[in-house]
Nanobody
């Protein structure tokens, strides 16, 4: 069993920044890729970014590329999402997910465990 706990969400003005954290416990964190997904009000959950088990390989959706940065600290069992130049359309519940393999996946089916999410609200 894996537990994922997100933190760092909140209210921010457009153009501002937030840093989300996801603390993992319950299995060997460093063996698996991690990802962030988000779900805006009235929309389906979508992939945001993923990172491989070493932290070298990263992948971003077009909507956040150049503004968001994913990273991980395997010694701390934590993955981070640095969000800069936030836009109102970034408003969503952000979910941390642990993949079923060491390699990044942009699909929900590739994820084995999910956190409960943290709300990010960007005001205009």
């Amino acid at each position: 069993q894996v537990q994922l706990v997100e933190s760092g969400g909140g209210l921010v003005q457009a153009g501002g920044s937030l840093r989300l954290s996801c603390a993992a416990s319950g299995r060997t964190f460093s063996n698996y890729a991690m990802g962030w997904f988000r779900q805006a009000p009235g929309k389906e959950r979508e992939f945001v970014t993923g990172i491989g088990w070493t932290g070298v390989t990263t992948y971003y959706s077009d909507s956040v590329k150049g503004r968001f940065t994913i990273s991980r600290n395997n010694a701390k069992n934590t993955v981070y999402l640095q969000m800069n130049s936030l836009k109102p359309e970034d408003t969503a519940v952000y979910y941390c997910a642990a993949a079923k393999s060491p390699y990044t996946s942009s699909s929900e089916a590739g994820m084995g465990y999910w956190g409960k999410g943290t709300l990010v609200t960007v005001s205009s």
